[in-house]
Nanobody, 124 residues
Framework: VQLQASGGGLVQPGGSLRLSCAAS????????IGWFRQAPGQEREGVSCMSHNDDSNYIVDSVKGRFSISRDSAKNTAYLQMNFLEPEDTAVYYC??????????????????WGQGTLVTVSS
């Protein structure tokens, strides 16, 4: 099982980025996928979660209306679309999954596989 996060970079305030989380070794359609972020000097924060059938998806209030989570089954890849980015969104973003519970709901009891993180910097 492996998760490969990508898509981070430097973007100006108000801009957009789409993060990708490519999964291998398991079918993303059957498991919860989550996105987290950790800003310098701060604790890791859960940003969004998507269940296998989208019935318990959530997104944290601080990014609601700006970020959205989705998946492409054909590519076995999850995405975090980030619009209207703010300097406060600067962080390393991670994707994670819980393969211990097929068909699980958000939030899971825990995540057992994590991607390596991708840095998002919002600055003018």
């Amino acid at each position: 099982v492996q998760l490969q996060a990508s898509g981070g970079g430097l973007v100006q305030p108000g801009g957009s980025l789409r993060l990708s989380c490519a999964a291998s070794g398991f079918n993303l359609d059957y498991y919860v996928i989550g996105w987290f972020r950790q800003a310098p000097g701060q604790e890791r924060e859960g940003v969004s979660c998507m269940s296998h059938n989208d019935d318990s998806n959530y997104i944290v209030d601080s990014v609601k209306g700006r970020f959205s989570i989705s998946r492409d089954s054909a590519k076995n890849t999850a995405y975090l679309q980030m619009n209207f980015l703010e300097p406060e969104d600067t962080a390393v973003y991670y994707c994670a999954t819980d393969t211990t519970t097929p068909g699980g709901s958000c939030p899971p009891m825990g995540y057992n596989y994590w991607g390596q993180g991708t840095l998002v910097t919002v600055s003018s």
